[in-house]
């Protein structure tokens, strides 16, 4: 049985150290996912649009792009005064947003997986959604926020159609279709899990995460985050002493 310290888990290598090894993710997985680098490749163009064509069905998703995106240079739909509704693929800072998840796709088929670097850039890749600086050339650039359940949601649409792709690929052998997809599988949910780091509290080690801290202040549905929230263990707190305090007073005044 392997011992895993909670506590080493909020440390990047740590972490994925553990993924890795949960997930079975093997030497044999890296060699299938470079080995899909010439199947994925010719794909990615027709994947990014797909994504990108889902992203804008929805209000909620397509909101994220009205605003100015981090590291674009152009004037952002907002700055040209439209709105969520008025926005297309092709606008042209969905054009800029297509550039970055292409180069993204085609680097999880190319990645030197034992390199601590390339896990580092999947980590950042999941900082940078958090209105947090996740690279640091676009330390002084807008910031860019997106809540987990639409990254979740993104990152399983992805693997559908790349499931779907090279299931039908009529050029490959099923024990390597096999091989490809498992792969593939367990690489996104580890990318999945470093998005995921990033937004929720982790109970173990009493660590904030990044996305919590750079989180607006703001009420939601009448839930309470950031400050909001000590705030009302604040007041609550005091509300509850207050009432203790008449409990004892109205006792002491019927003896």
């Known amino acids: 049985m392997k011992t895993i310290s909670p506590s080493t888990l909020s440390n990047l290598p740590d972490r994925i150290a553990y993924l890795t090894s949960f997930l079975d993710f093997t030497p044999s997985d890296v060699e299938y996912l470079h080995l899909a680098a010439p199947v994925v490749g010719p794909l990615v163009p ?9 992203l804008l069905s929805f209000d909620i998703t397509s909101k994220a792009f009205v605003q100015k995106q981090t590291g674009f240079s152009g004037k952002s739909l907002e700055e040209r005064g439209g709105d969520v ?24 088929v190319e990645m030197n997986y034992d390199n601590e670097k390339d896990w580092e850039y999947l980590d950042k890749v999941a900082v940078m959604h958090t209105g947090q600086v996740g690279f640091q050339h676009r330390a002084k650039k807008p910031a860019l926020r997106v809540e987990l359940i639409h990254i979740s949601l993104l990152l399983g649409f992805v693997v559908d159609i790349l499931l779907d792709a090279v299931v039908n690929h009529p050029d490959l ?29 982790d109970e173990d080690t009493k660590t904030a995460p990044l996305g919590y801290s750079a989180m607006q202040v703001k009420r939601v549905g009448g839930c309470c985050t ?14 509850v002493v207050l009432y203790m305090g008449m409990e004892l007073v109205q006792r002491w005044l019927y003896i």
Not at 46 to 54: E, G, I, L, R, S
Not at 174 to 195: C, E, H, P, S, Y
Request: net charge positive.
């Open 85 to 108: 509704q008025s926005l297309t693929a092709e606008d042209e800072q969905i054009k800029f947003r297509k550039g970055f998840l292409t180069r993204y796709l085609a680097k999880l």
């Open 173 to 201: 052998d099923n024990g390597t279709k096999a091989g490809v997809l498992r792969a593939f599988n367990k690489v996104i949910w580890i990318q999945n899990d470093l998005f995921a780091r990033h937004y929720v509290v």
């Open 46 to 54: 027709a994947v990014v649009d797909a994504v990108y064509v889902k």
């Open 226 to 239: 950031g400050t909001v929230q000590k705030k009302a263990l604040v007041l609550g707190t005091v509300a």
